[in-house]
C-alpha cells in the first residue's frame, strides 16, 4: 500500500481516531477560508433559491453580530460594540437588501455575486462622497460583505454534498459538525484537531466516525475522491484500489458480528467479576440521542449539556420554554433513573467566534463565569430545571460546570436557592430535594477538595478539561496532541483524591469525561475508586463488557500499576499487555 503519494490509488494517511467507525464514501474538500465569486450567471429556475441563500445567510450574519456585541457589551468594550452595531445596521439596510434581491432578479445572478457587486456599489459612492469617513466604514462593509458570501457559499456546499459524503477539512468547529450531520454527512477527517475537542465529543454524540490529525489529508485529498475512513486503524485510505475495498467490506462484516456480540452484553447487569455494582449512565447532547438511553440500557443521564441549545439559538440568551422542553425529554425518556442537567458551559471552545476575542479562551469567560456575569442567564436556566424536577421529584441533579473557587459554588447555590422559593412563592410545585454539585475539571478544585466536598451534594469529574488544566495541554491543539494524557499520574491522583473526599463526606463521585468510555480507562478508573461513568450511550455495551470480565482487585492492581508510572512509555507497556490479555479473555467467551 501507498504511503503519502500525491493522488496515487490506495494512498494511506495516518491519523488519530476522534470517533470509530469504518465508512466508504465521497470526499467532499470543505474550507472556510478564502472566498472566490462565481460570477457565472444561473438559469431562471434557481433564481428563488439565490434569493433565499442571501436571506438565510442575512439572518445567521445577524445572530452572529448580536452574540459578539453583545459579548463587548458585557465586557465593557463599547469600541467594538460600536463597530458591530454599525455593521449590523449595514447588514439591515433595506435600501442594500433590496439591491441584492433586484440584481438577483436582473441580471440572473448568484447570491453571491450579487452580494459583492452591491457592496462595491456602496463602496464606490462612499470613496467618491466622503474621504474623511473611508478607512473604517469601508472595512466594515468589506467584513459584512464577507460574512456574507462566505455564509451564501458554505450553505450552498454543504447542501451540495450529498449521503455519501465524507467531510475533509483542516479543522471543524461545533457548529460545522451539527450542520454536516443534519446535512447525513457519513464521515469527517481533519488535517488537525483533538481528541476531546468540542467538535469531536458532538461528533461521537452524532455517531459520525471521525478521524483528526491526519496532516496531509487536505494535500492528498481531492475533492470527488473515494475515500474509506478507518476508525479502528487510525487512517484513511484515499482512492482506494480493488483488494482495499473488498477488506473493507470484509472488515464490515466483522464489525458487524462483533456489535452482535456487545447486543448481548447490553441486557446483562452493570457490574464487575466479584459482583460490584458500577452505574453507566448517558451523556446527551442532543434531543434526537434520548433514544439511545433505553436502547443501551443507560442508567439516568449522567451528563445533560445544555450548551448544545445555545448553538441553535440566537445571541447569548436561551428561550426558557425552550430549556424546559429539553429537560423534560431527558427526564422522560430516563425512566425512573436520575438526571444530571449541566447548567450551560459555553466559551472555550464552544461558542463559535467568541475565542477570537480571547487571547486565551479555554482560561478566559467560560462556563460558571459566564453565568454569575449574565444573571438572567443563570436564573433562566434554575428556572427551566426547577420546573421540570418539580414534576420529576427525587431525580434531578444540578451540576455546575468550570468552578474554580468555592464563592463561585455559594453563589449559585444561592441563586438555586431563591429561585426554588420564588417558585413556591407563585405556587410553582418544585423538588426541595435537588442535588447540586461540581464539575471537578481545574486543578484548584481537585486540590482542595475536601473544601467543596464539605458543600456539594456530588462531585462529577470532567476529566477532558481536568487533563488540559492538570497538564497545561489545550484539548484542541493536534501540535501537542500526544501530550494530552488523560492516564497522566498527575491526573489519576486528582482522581483519587476526589474519591477519598467522595467517600469521607459520604457523596457520589462520578466521572463523565471522554476517558470513562474507553475500556482500559474505565477499569483504571473503578480501579480507583469511581463507581459511577457517564459516556455517549452508544459506547455503553463496549465498556460494561470490559467491566464484567474483572474483579475490583484486577482492576486495582492496574490502577496502582500506572498510579505509580513515571513515563508514557512505561503506560504504554501495561496498556498494551492489558489489552493482549483482554483480547484473549475475549476470544475465549466467543468460543465457550
Ligand atoms: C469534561 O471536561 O470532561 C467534560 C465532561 O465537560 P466538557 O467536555 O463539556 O468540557
Ligand atoms: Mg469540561
Redesign the pocket.
Known sequence: MQEEKAYLPNTKLKGTTAVTGLVMGVARVYSRGNININSDPVDESRLPEEKKKFEQARKTVGVTMVRLSDFAHSRNDSDTRDILNAQHDILNDPELEAMVNRMIDERNLRAEKAIYDSFQHYIDLIKSNDKSFIVSRLSDLRDVRDRLIQNVQQLGMIASFGKDAVMVAEDVSPIEVITFARNGVKGIVCSSGGL?S?AS?IANAMGIPMIIDAKSAMRMIQDGDTVILDGYGHSVIARPDEEAASSYTRAIKRHKEEEKQLRHVTEKPSETACGTKILLQA?IDFEDEVLNIEKYRAEGIG?L?T?TLLMNSGPLTMDRKRQEEFCQTAFSASGSSPVTV?LL?VG?D?LLNLKDREANPFLGWRGVRILLDRRELLRNQLEAICRVAGRYPGRSRILV?MISNLEEFLEVKRELADMQDNLQKRGVPVDSNVKLGI?V?VPSVALQIRVFAEHVDFL???????TQYTLAVDRGNSLIASLYQPLHPAVLTFIAMTVQAGTEFNIPVAV????ASEPFAALVLVGIGVRELSMTPRLIPKVKQAIRLYEIADMKKLSDALLGCTTSEELKKIRNEWKAGYEEKLREQRTA
Open positions: 476531546t468540542h465529543i451523556n451528563l449539556r450548551d449541566r458551559d472555550g464552544k460546570p464539575m475539571e462529577s469529574i470532567g476529566t477532558n478539561d481536568l463523565c469525561g471522554e476517558l
